[in-house]
């Protein structure tokens, strides 16, 4: 069993940064893909970015493009996002997300999500 624990959001202006955290505990974090969503009021959970077992390899959604990076550290069981340049539709609850396949079998895990409000 997995447990992840988001930080990092906040009130921010448009146009500002923010980093987000997800510290990971009971499990080899370095086995797992990562992920971050985001859900905002009255819309369904929505991905927002990933990043595979050793970082190597990175995907986005194409409204984030450019302004978030995803990254990791896998001695510290943390995954990172960083936004930039962030907008008022980037308002949401940000979730992570841990993800691997064993045996046909997908195990995956939510952290409890970190509130990110852009103001204009």
């Known amino acids: 069993q997995v447990q992840l624990v988001e930080s990092g959001g906040g009130l921010v202006q448009a146009g500002g940064s923010l980093r987000l955290s997800c510290a990971a505990s009971?499990?080899?974090?370095?086995?797992?893909?990562m992920g971050w969503f985001r859900q905002a009021p009255g819309k369904e959970r929505e991905f927002v970015a990933a990043?595979?077992?050793?970082?190597?390899?990175?995907d986005y959604a194409d409204s984030v493009k450019g302004r978030f990076t995803i990254s990791r550290d896998n001695a510290k069981n943390t995954v990172y996002l960083q936004m930039n340049s962030l907008k008022p539709e980037d308002t949401a609850v940000y979730y992570c997300k841990a993800a691997r396949t064993n045996w046909g079998r997908t195990y995956e895990y939510w952290g409890q999500g970190t509130q990110v409000t852009v103001s204009s």
């Open positions: 009971g499990g080899t974090f370095s086995n797992y893909h």
């Open positions: 990043i595979n077992w050793s970082g190597g390899s990175t």
